[in-house]
């Protein structure tokens, strides 16, 4: 199992343009998380997905973010007109339910996104 | 509101001595706390959650709810204990006990 896959892993924006992250969930697993990491901060938990479904968008930005987990292929993290204060790492994890009392939350590599 | 607190940004031992990485939190409810570890160029892993019980890597933490803390200790840490160590908490209230909260992380450094 490669376990939890993100691309890019590295992403270079200029401001105000698009940035799209994608993460691929462990084999088995229908639930994914998204967390963003400031600088000097720790994870901020962003969104909850099932597949074709959000269930808990209240970490998320109201402007410019947005997130999905369609039936086929990857969850995707979508940032328009990116500005510097999106910079950050962002982190997708996913697990096999959404009980974390019962469940571990495997986190991928992370995408250091940079926008100049 | 959850909240977890990691005093230390940064915490030096030398191999075998014993290490302590602090962790407090604030919640109303019920919570569940996990040490979650990150070493060099690697992806953020489980350690271990107070609900396990368990040790790990001679790693152990006791969920103190009295004093609000999860502190995270080694009797004798070795070098490849190096990394970055996070507390996180999920509360179970709501419905919503998957969000985890972290903490800001402790960078741990054990020198030979």
């Known amino acids: 199992n490669a376990g939890v896959m993100q691309n890019p892993r590295h992403l270079v924006r200029r401001r105000g343009q698009e940035a799209r992250l994608r993460c691929s969930p462990m084999?088995?697993?229908?639930?994914v998380y998204w967390y963003r990491q400031l600088p000097e901060e720790g994870l901020k938990f962003m969104v909850y997905l099932q597949k074709e479904n959000i269930i808990d968008e209240s970490g998320m930005p109201k402007e410019r973010f947005s997130a999905e987990f369609p039936k086929e292929g990857p969850s995707i993290l979508r940032i328009q007109q990116v500005v510097r204060g999106d910079s950050a790492a962002y982190f997708c994890?996913?697990?096999?339910?959404?009980?974390?009392?019962?469940?571990?939350?495997?986190f991928g590599p992370g995408t250091r996104l940079l926008v100049l | 509101a959850q909240r977890v607190t990691q005093p230390e940004k940064l915490l030096s031992v030398f191999k075998g001595a014993p290490v302590e990485l602090k962790c407090n939190y604030s919640y109303s409810g019920s919570p569940e706390l996990f040490w979650y570890v990150q070493y060099s160029r690697q992806r953020l892993q489980l350690l271990l959650r107070h609900i396990s019980r368990e040790s790990i890597k001679g790693f152990t933490a006791d969920l103190n709810k009295g004093e609000t803390s999860f502190h995270l200790k080694k009797p004798f840490a070795q070098e490849e204990d190096s990394a970055m160590y996070y507390c996180?908490?999920?509360?179970?209230?709501?419905?919503?006990?998957?969000?985890?909260?972290f903490g800001k992380g402790t960078l741990l450094t054990v020198n030979p």
């Open positions: 994890a996913s697990s096999r339910t959404g009980l974390a009392r019962q469940e571990t939350q495997y």
């Open positions: 996180a908490l999920s509360g179970w209230s709501g419905g919503s006990n998957y969000k985890l909260t």
């Open positions: 084999k088995g697993h229908s639930h």
